[in-house]
Protein backbone atom coordinates (compact mmCIF):
# COMPACT_ATOMS: atom_id res chain seq x y z
CA UNK A 1 0.00 0.00 0.00
CA UNK A 2 1.82 3.02 -0.58
CA UNK A 3 0.36 6.71 1.22
CA UNK A 4 -0.05 10.60 -0.37
CA UNK A 5 -0.38 13.95 1.26
CA UNK A 6 -4.06 15.27 1.59
CA UNK A 7 -4.91 18.90 1.27
CA UNK A 8 -4.11 19.08 5.45
CA UNK A 9 -0.63 17.41 5.27
CA UNK A 10 -1.73 14.25 6.79
CA UNK A 11 -0.60 11.08 5.06
CA UNK A 12 -3.65 8.45 3.61
CA UNK A 13 -3.00 5.16 2.38
CA UNK A 14 -4.48 4.57 -0.86
CA UNK A 15 -5.89 1.11 -1.00
CA UNK A 16 -6.09 -0.65 -4.18
CA UNK A 17 -9.92 0.26 -4.69
CA UNK A 18 -9.00 3.76 -3.82
CA UNK A 19 -7.50 6.30 -6.09
CA UNK A 20 -5.75 3.94 -7.98
CA UNK A 21 -8.40 2.14 -9.37
CA UNK A 22 -10.03 5.42 -10.30
CA UNK A 23 -7.52 6.35 -12.58
CA UNK A 24 -7.16 3.00 -14.54
CA UNK A 25 -10.87 3.44 -14.75
CA UNK A 26 -10.65 7.09 -16.35
CA UNK A 27 -7.49 5.80 -18.41
CA UNK A 28 -8.82 4.52 -22.28
CA UNK A 29 -9.31 0.95 -22.57
CA UNK A 30 -7.66 0.52 -25.88
CA UNK A 31 -5.07 3.40 -26.53
CA UNK A 32 -3.93 2.27 -30.53
CA UNK A 33 -8.00 2.22 -31.18
CA UNK A 34 -7.96 5.80 -30.04
CA UNK A 35 -5.10 7.36 -31.71
CA UNK A 36 -6.40 5.69 -34.48
CA UNK A 37 -9.72 7.21 -34.33
CA UNK A 38 -8.49 10.61 -33.47
CA UNK A 39 -5.90 10.36 -36.22
CA UNK A 40 -9.09 9.44 -39.00
CA UNK A 41 -10.67 12.08 -37.30
CA UNK A 42 -7.85 14.61 -38.19
CA UNK A 43 -7.42 13.35 -41.17
CA UNK A 44 -10.98 14.16 -42.37
CA UNK A 45 -10.70 17.46 -40.76
CA UNK A 46 -7.88 18.83 -43.01
CA UNK A 47 -9.28 17.12 -45.96
CA UNK A 48 -12.50 19.09 -45.82
CA UNK A 49 -10.23 22.23 -44.48
CA UNK A 50 -8.30 21.96 -47.74
CA UNK A 51 -11.29 21.62 -49.71
CA UNK A 52 -13.22 24.66 -48.36
CA UNK A 53 -10.07 26.66 -49.22
CA UNK A 54 -9.95 25.14 -52.08
CA UNK A 55 -13.40 26.26 -52.88
CA UNK A 56 -12.47 29.34 -51.54
CA UNK A 57 -9.99 30.19 -53.89
CA UNK A 58 -11.70 28.91 -57.12
CA UNK A 59 -14.69 31.92 -56.15
CA UNK A 60 -12.67 34.20 -55.60
CA UNK A 61 -10.92 33.97 -58.89
CA UNK A 62 -14.64 34.18 -60.52
CA UNK A 63 -15.52 37.11 -58.52
CA UNK A 64 -12.46 38.55 -59.28
CA UNK A 65 -12.85 37.61 -63.18
CA UNK A 66 -16.58 38.87 -62.94
CA UNK A 67 -15.71 42.43 -61.26
CA UNK A 68 -13.11 42.63 -64.13
CA UNK A 69 -15.66 42.04 -66.74
CA UNK A 70 -18.36 44.14 -65.10
CA UNK A 71 -15.93 46.97 -64.66
CA UNK A 72 -15.00 47.22 -68.41
CA UNK A 73 -18.67 46.52 -69.50
CA UNK A 74 -19.08 49.97 -67.60
CA UNK A 75 -16.21 51.68 -69.45
CA UNK A 76 -17.77 50.65 -72.28
CA UNK A 77 -20.92 51.71 -72.01
CA UNK A 78 -19.52 54.92 -71.62
CA UNK A 79 -17.45 55.24 -74.23
CA UNK A 80 -20.30 53.74 -77.31
CA UNK A 81 -22.21 56.72 -77.15
CA UNK A 82 -18.90 58.90 -78.14
CA UNK A 83 -18.69 56.02 -80.92
CA UNK A 84 -21.95 56.56 -82.46
CA UNK A 85 -21.78 60.16 -81.90
CA UNK A 86 -18.67 59.49 -84.28
CA UNK A 87 -20.21 57.71 -86.70
CA UNK A 88 -22.89 60.13 -87.29
CA UNK A 89 -20.39 62.89 -87.53
CA UNK A 90 -18.70 61.15 -90.32
CA UNK A 91 -22.13 60.60 -91.88
CA UNK A 92 -22.76 64.36 -91.99
CA UNK A 93 -19.52 65.36 -93.01
CA UNK A 94 -19.00 63.64 -95.97
CA UNK A 95 -22.24 65.39 -97.44
CA UNK A 96 -20.59 68.61 -97.20
CA UNK A 97 -17.66 68.99 -99.39
CA UNK A 98 -15.88 71.46 -97.66
CA UNK A 99 -15.34 69.41 -94.93
CA UNK A 100 -13.87 66.32 -96.34
CA UNK A 101 -11.08 67.03 -94.52
CA UNK A 102 -12.50 66.90 -91.23
CA UNK A 103 -14.55 63.79 -92.32
CA UNK A 104 -11.13 61.88 -93.22
CA UNK A 105 -9.62 63.09 -89.37
CA UNK A 106 -13.59 61.38 -88.11
CA UNK A 107 -12.87 58.48 -90.24
CA UNK A 108 -9.23 57.47 -88.96
CA UNK A 109 -10.12 58.01 -85.30
CA UNK A 110 -12.92 55.75 -85.88
CA UNK A 111 -11.00 53.17 -87.34
CA UNK A 112 -8.65 53.67 -84.36
CA UNK A 113 -11.83 52.94 -81.77
CA UNK A 114 -12.75 50.21 -83.42
CA UNK A 115 -9.13 48.69 -83.73
CA UNK A 116 -9.19 49.19 -79.94
CA UNK A 117 -12.13 47.59 -79.30
CA UNK A 118 -11.63 44.81 -81.57
CA UNK A 119 -7.67 43.78 -79.39
CA UNK A 120 -10.48 43.79 -76.30
CA UNK A 121 -12.46 41.40 -78.04
CA UNK A 122 -15.41 43.80 -78.83
CA UNK A 123 -16.91 43.00 -82.14
CA UNK A 124 -20.41 44.80 -83.51
CA UNK A 125 -23.70 42.41 -83.73
CA UNK A 126 -24.34 41.70 -87.68
CA UNK A 127 -27.33 43.76 -88.39
CA UNK A 128 -28.64 44.84 -92.13
CA UNK A 129 -29.19 41.61 -94.08
CA UNK A 130 -29.19 39.03 -91.11
CA UNK A 131 -32.74 37.66 -89.59
CA UNK A 132 -33.96 39.47 -87.40
CA UNK A 133 -32.27 37.49 -83.65
CA UNK A 134 -33.85 38.99 -80.36
CA UNK A 135 -31.28 38.17 -78.46
CA UNK A 136 -28.94 40.56 -79.96
CA UNK A 137 -31.43 43.17 -81.95
CA UNK A 138 -33.92 44.94 -80.78
CA UNK A 139 -36.15 46.10 -83.04
CA UNK A 140 -37.74 49.35 -82.85
CA UNK A 141 -39.46 49.86 -85.87
CA UNK A 142 -41.30 47.62 -88.95
CA UNK A 143 -41.50 48.31 -92.62
CA UNK A 144 -43.79 46.86 -95.10
CA UNK A 145 -41.29 45.77 -97.88
CA UNK A 146 -41.45 43.06 -100.38
CA UNK A 147 -37.46 43.60 -101.11
CA UNK A 148 -36.35 41.47 -98.20
CA UNK A 149 -37.96 38.64 -96.83
CA UNK A 150 -40.25 38.75 -93.43
CA UNK A 151 -38.03 38.77 -90.48
CA UNK A 152 -34.78 40.53 -92.17
CA UNK A 153 -33.21 43.42 -90.80
CA UNK A 154 -33.41 46.32 -93.30
CA UNK A 155 -31.89 48.75 -91.31
CA UNK A 156 -29.32 49.65 -87.99
CA UNK A 157 -30.37 52.56 -86.52
CA UNK A 158 -28.24 51.59 -83.51
CA UNK A 159 -25.65 49.37 -83.34
CA UNK A 160 -25.13 46.71 -81.32
CA UNK A 161 -21.80 44.63 -79.39
CA UNK A 162 -20.82 42.01 -78.20
CA UNK A 163 -17.57 40.98 -76.17
CA UNK A 164 -16.93 36.99 -76.88
CA UNK A 165 -20.76 35.54 -76.29
CA UNK A 166 -21.74 38.33 -73.98
CA UNK A 167 -23.92 41.03 -75.56
CA UNK A 168 -23.05 44.23 -74.16
CA UNK A 169 -25.39 46.29 -76.46
CA UNK A 170 -28.35 45.23 -78.53
CA UNK A 171 -28.98 46.70 -82.01
CA UNK A 172 -31.56 49.13 -82.64
CA UNK A 173 -33.00 47.90 -86.02
CA UNK A 174 -35.43 47.99 -88.59
CA UNK A 175 -37.24 45.00 -89.08
CA UNK A 176 -38.92 43.99 -92.69
CA UNK A 177 -42.60 42.61 -92.34
CA UNK A 178 -44.67 41.79 -95.46
CA UNK A 179 -46.71 44.44 -97.35
CA UNK A 180 -50.14 43.13 -96.84
CA UNK A 181 -51.63 41.21 -100.09
CA UNK A 182 -54.41 42.11 -101.83
CA UNK A 183 -56.86 40.68 -103.89
CA UNK A 184 -57.63 41.79 -107.80
CA UNK A 185 -56.05 43.81 -109.94
CA UNK A 186 -54.77 47.57 -108.66
CA UNK A 187 -57.60 47.77 -106.12
CA UNK A 188 -58.98 46.37 -102.91
CA UNK A 189 -60.29 43.32 -102.74
CA UNK A 190 -63.92 42.24 -104.14
CA UNK A 191 -65.65 41.83 -100.19
CA UNK A 192 -67.79 39.42 -101.01
Known amino acids: MTATTDKNGEESPN???????EAEEAAPSDPLAEAKAEAARMKDQWVRTA?????????????VEDARKGGREELLKEVLPVFDNLERAIQSAQRATEVKPVAEGLGMILRQLLETLSRSGITKVPAVGHQFDPTVHEAIQQVETDDQPPGAVVAEVQPGYVQGDRLIRA?????????????????EGSGA
Not at 53 to 62: A, I, L, P, T, V
Not at 171 to 187: R, Y
Open 15 to 21: SENGQET
Open 51 to 63: ADFDNYRKRSRKE
Open 171 to 187: AMVVVAKPKPKTNGEGG
